[in-house]
C-alpha cells in the first residue's frame, strides 16, 4: 500500500504539472460543442474579382460524364456545349456477321443520364442533333475550346424529334432475346434517338474491313458529334449531363437462316470522348463583361460552371486588421467567410449551386487545397483539415449563403506561412460524393451563383468573420 500511495500522488502532480502549460498549436478551431473565448471581428475590407475559368485551365479527356448544353440564362448569357464521341466495336474485339439474310430494323442512340441536369427540365423541349465527325478523336488530352469538324449536312438521326429531358425518370424498352421472344423491361433515365438505318448497319453488315479490329472500324467511321438545341429559342433550355461510359448504340436486325427468322440487336459502346464548350466571352451582357475588364472591386461576381466564370478573392489588409498588435501574437481561433447570393438571381431554374470550392494557386500557378481543405487528394495532409463538411462551401437554405472556414489558411497568410497567389471560389460537381475537397477545373457541373460582392452599403456583402485572441 505504501509504493502504491506513492505512485497515485507522483501521478496527481504531474497531471496538474501538464495541466499548467499552454501550446499555440491547441489554438484554433473548437471541437465538439467547445466555447470560444475570443475577440469578434467582422471584415470586409475583400477584393474580389470575375475571373474566367476556361482557357488554359480547363482540360478535358476521356470522362464518363459530359455535358451537351442549349442554356439561355438572362444574367450570364447563353452557352452551348457539345460532344464527340468515337464508337468502339462490340466487346472491342472484331466483329463476327451472322449467318444468314440480315435485315437492319432500328438503330438507336442511347444516351444514359448522369446527375447535374442545370435548367428548365419543365417547360424547355430539347432537340438532339448527331453528325458524323470529319476528323478522328486521338487518344489524347483535349482543351474545351477545341471545335471539332463535322458533317454539318449530313445529320444522322432520321425524325428530329424534340425531348423533354428527364434525368431522373425510368423508361420500358424491349429486351431482344435471341432464339425467344422479346420481354418488356424498366431501364435506366436515357435519351432514345432514331438513325437512319444505313451508316452504322453498312459498316457492320457490308464492310468486312471495318470490323476486322476496332481501330479499322473506326478509320472507317470517325465517330459522332452531339448537339443539344431548345425547340424553341424562346424557351431557358438547359445543360444535361450524360454518362458516355454506359451509352451505345443498338442495331436491332432480323435474319433469316434456313427459313427460320429471329431477332438481334448487336450493341456499339462508346470508345472514346470530348467535350466542346462554345467560348462565351462575346455572348456575356454588358454587367458581366464589365466585371471581368474592370480593375475596380466586384459589387457584384459571378461564377459559372462548365468551367466558366470564377471569383478572385484576396485580403489586401490583413496583416493590418489588427491594428498595431504584432501579428506572431494572435492567434485566429476561426474565420469563416460568408457568400451571399444576390437576392432575386436563384428563382427557379437558376437555384444556387449546392456546393462552392474555394482553393489557393502556389507559385508555380497550380491549384493547391486550402489548410482546411487539404485532406485526402494530396500525400501530405494537413492537420487542420477535419472534414469536407467542416470546411464547408456547402448552400445553406436558411440564412441563404456559403460558408467556408478557412482558419488555418487567414493564420498562414497572417503569419507569412504562406503567400496569396491567387485565392479562389468556384463552382464543384457535387454529384461525385468526392471525400476530398475537389478545386480542379470542370466541365462536369453546369450551375452558377450571381453573389454579392464588396458592396458595403448591402447586408449581403462579402464578408469575413473572424474570432481571434491576443496572446501576451
Request: net charge positive.
Amino acid at each position: 500500500m505504501k509504493f502504491f500511495r506513492i505512485d497515485l500522488l507522483t501521478l496527481l502532480i504531474s497531471l496538474f504539472i501538464l495541466g499548467s502549460c499552454k501550446n499555440q498549436n491547441d489554438i484554433g478551431l473548437p471541437v465538439g460543442d467547445q466555447q470560444i473565448n475570443g475577440t469578434l471581428m467582422v471584415y470586409d475590407d475583400i477584393v474580389v474579382k470575375t475571373d474566367t475559368d476556361n482557357v488554359p485551365t480547363a482540360i478535358f479527356a476521356a470522362g464518363t460524364k459530359v455535358p451537351m448544353s442549349d442554356l439561355n440564362d438572362p444574367i450570364l448569357g447563353g452557352t452551348e456545349a457539345s460532344i464527340a464521341a468515337a464508337l468502339n466495336l462490340p466487346s472491342g474485339v472484331a466483329y463476327t456477321v451472322p449467318t444468314g439474310t440480315v435485315t437492319t430494323d432500328s438503330v438507336v442512340l442511347e444516351l444514359r443520364y448522369a446527375d447535374g441536369f442545370y435548367g428548365d427540365s419543365l417547360n424547355s423541349k430539347y432537340r438532339v442533333n448527331v453528325y458524323p465527325l470529319t476528323e478522328k478523336i486521338g487518344q489524347k488530352t483535349y482543351y474545351t475550346n477545341k471545335a471539332w469538324s463535322y458533317n454539318a449536312g449530313g445529320a444522322l438521326n432520321g425524325s428530329n424529334t424534340a425531348y423533354n429531358i428527364r434525368p431522373k425518370t425510368r423508361i420500358k424498352t424491349y429486351n431482344i432475346v435471341k432464339g425467344a421472344a422479346d420481354t418488356l423491361r424498366s431501364v435506366a433515365a436515357q435519351l432514345r434517338i432514331r438513325l437512319n438505318n444505313t451508316t452504322i448497319p453498312n459498316l457492320l453488315f457490308n464492310n468486312a474491313t471495318a470490323i476486322t479490329s476496332t481501330t479499322a472500324f473506326q478509320n472507317a467511321f470517325n465517330g459522332f458529334y452531339l448537339s443539344l438545341k431548345r425547340d424553341q429559342t424562346s424557351q431557358v433550355g438547359g445543360t444535361a449531363m450524360f454518362n458516355i461510359d454506359s451509352s451505345r448504340v443498338n442495331v436491332y436486325y432480323r435474319v433469316v437462316n434456313n427459313g427460320v427468322t429471329d431477332t438481334s440487336v448487336v450493341t456499339l459502346p462508346f470508345n472514346y470522348s470530348v467535350s466542346y464548350v462554345k467560348p462565351r466571352f462575346d455572348t456575356y451582357p454588358t454587367a458581366v463583361k464589365s466585371a471581368l475588364t474592370s480593375t475596380a472591386s466586384d459589387q457584384t461576381f459571378y461564377l459559372q460552371g462548365l468551367a466558366g466564370l470564377r471569383a478572385k478573392v484576396s485580403f489586401p489588409n490583413l496583416k493590418t486588421m489588427f491594428g498595431s498588435a504584432d501579428v506572431n501574437s494572435i492567434a485566429i481561433n476561426r474565420a469563416e467567410l460568408v457568400v451571399t447570393p444576390k437576392p432575386g438571381t436563384y428563382l427557379p431554374p437558376f437555384v444556387p449551386q449546392p456546393q462552392l470550392t474555394m482553393y489557393r494557386l502556389d507559385i508555380a500557378k497550380q491549384r493547391q487545397q486550402l489548410p482546411d481543405a487539404n485532406g485526402t487528394s494530396q500525400s501530405a495532409s494537413d492537420p487542420r483539415f477535419f472534414s469536407t463538411a467542416v470546411f464547408g462551401g456547402y448552400f445553406l437554405p436558411t440564412p441563404k449563403e456559403y460558408h467556408f472556414v478557412i482558419t488555418g489558411y487567414l493564420q498562414d497568410l497572417l503569419r507569412g506561412r504562406l503567400t496569396d497567389y491567387g485565392t479562389y471560389i468556384a463552382t464543384i460537381d457535387t454529384t461525385s460524393r468526392a471525400s476530398a475537397v475537389a478545386i480542379s477545373s470542370t466541365v462536369q457541373t453546369a450551375g452558377r451563383v450571381v453573389a454579392v460582392g464588396t458592396d458595403k452599403s448591402s447586408p449581403y456583402r462579402l464578408r469575413l468573420n473572424v474570432i481571434y485572441t491576443k496572446n501576451n
